[in-house]
Antibody
Framework: QVHLVESGGGLVWPGGSLRLSCAAS????????MSWIRQAPGKGLEWVSY????????FYADSVRGRFSISRDNAKNSLYLQMNSLRVEDTAVYYC????????WGQGTLVTVSS | DVVVTQSPLSLPVTLGQPASISCRSP???????????LNWIQQRPGQSPRRLIY???NRDSGVPDRFSGSGSGTDFTLKISRVEAEDVGLYYC?????????FGGGTKVEIK
């Protein structure tokens, strides 16, 4: 059974950094693109970043490019999102999602950027 | 980016009555492999999103058969044949044909 468990969210000052993690299980992790998708309070879903199975291809939304960095460790079945220079508008629940046409989602981790 | 347009924004429905949500793309969502990667996502209040329908019309495991997806090319529809209380929430279409994949803006289904 596929499980995706995010961690690492929290309260951070504007300009600060956080690193999100996603622990995956129940499938061959390296076979899949993985993504981070976020949802700001009361808003819709917004994709943040994708990474290919071997980590060689990465994609970022314009809103985070240059500030966020996605990575993965296939030996540990883990996905990461390094978030730097955080802004108030980055406040959201961040979901780890398997990009097999969005078939599996984690429970999400809340990131709050506030002074 | 392919901007996928969903309508309506809000959908008040009487219990037991049907509901329909539209999703439109400015360009065809038929992939070069011949498949059409248009999916529907449900998000109940306080829960994580989950996929309901993949490749236009295929229900995911455990999804009630009152949910159906249809359409082709650029126009797609999610239908609920008889709305139940547990169907309240947000519904999103998401295209997985053209990078970057994009979500519709969402439709809020609520009970009248």
């Amino acid at each position: 059974q596929v499980h995706l468990v995010e961690s690492g969210g929290g309260l951070v000052w504007p300009g600060g950094s956080l690193r999100l993690s996603c622990a995956a299980s129940g499938f061959t992790f390296s076979d899949y693109y993985m993504s981070w998708i976020r949802q700001a309070p009361g808003k819709g879903l917004e994709w943040v970043s994708y990474i290919s199975g071997v980590g060689s291809s990465k994609f970022y939304a314009d809103s985070v490019r240059g500030r966020f960095s996605i990575s993965r460790d296939n030996a540990k079945n883990s996905l990461y999102l390094q978030m730097n220079s955080l802004r108030v508008e980055d406040t959201a629940v961040y979901y780890c999602v398997r990009v097999g046409q969005f078939d599996y989602w984690g429970q999400g981790t809340l990131v709050t950027v506030s002074s | 980016d392919v901007v996928v347009t969903q309508s309506p924004l809000s959908l008040p429905v009487t219990l037991g009555q049907p509901a329909s949500i539209s999703c439109r793309s400015p360009q065809s969502l038929v992939h070069s492999d011949g498949n059409t990667y248009l999916n529907w996502i449900q998000q109940r209040p306080g829960q994580s999103p989950r996929r309901l329908i993949y490749q236009v019309s295929n229900r995911d495991s455990g999804v009630p058969d009152r949910f159906s997806g249809s359409g082709s090319g650029t126009d797609f529809t999610l239908k609920i044949s008889r709305v139940e209380a547990e169907d309240v929430g947000l519904y999103y279409c998401v295209q997985g044909t053209h990078w970057p994949f994009t979500f519709g803006g969402g439709t809020k289904v609520e009970i009248k």
